[in-house]
Nanobody, 126 residues
Framework: QVQLVESGGGLVQAGGSLRLSCAASGRTFSSYNMGWFRQAPGKEREFVASITRLGARTYYTDSVKGRFTISRDNAKNTVYLQMNNLKPEDTAVYYC???????????????????WGQGTQVTVSS
């Protein structure tokens, strides 16, 4: 059974940093893209970043480019999201997800993913 467990969320002041981690188990981690999404209250879940199977390519939504960095350690079955210069509008529950296909793609839509973590809350105060 595939499991994804996020950690690293919390409360931070604007301009601060957080590093999210997502530990995966239950399938060959390096065979699948990984993605991060977020959902703020009253809003739809939105794409944040994704990374291809060996980490060769990364993709970001425009609002986080230059501030967030997605990376992965296939030896540890873990994907990370380093978030710098956080803004109040980054406040949301952040979810990691594993891709449904054993190939590389941008994966900017939730439909490309078949397993999701439980989410971790990130709150940025102004």
């Amino acid at each position: 059974q595939v499991q994804l467990v996020e950690s690293g969320g919390g409360l931070v002041q604007a301009g601060g940093s957080l590093r999210l981690s997502c530990a995966a188990s239950g399938r060959t981690f390096s065979s699948y893209n990984m993605g991060w999404f977020r959902q703020a209250p009253g809003k739809e879940r939105e794409f944040v970043a994704s990374i291809t199977r060996l980490g060769a390519r990364t993709y970001y939504t425009d609002s986080v480019k230059g501030r967030f960095t997605i990376s992965r350690d296939n030896a540890k079955n873990t994907v990370y999201l380093q978030m710098n210069n956080l803004k109040p509008e980054d406040t949301a529950v952040y979810y990691c997800a594993t891709g449904s296909l054993e190939r590389d793609y941008s994966g900017a839509s939730p439909g490309w993913y078949d397993y999701w973590g439980q989410g971790t809350q990130v709150t940025v105060s102004s």
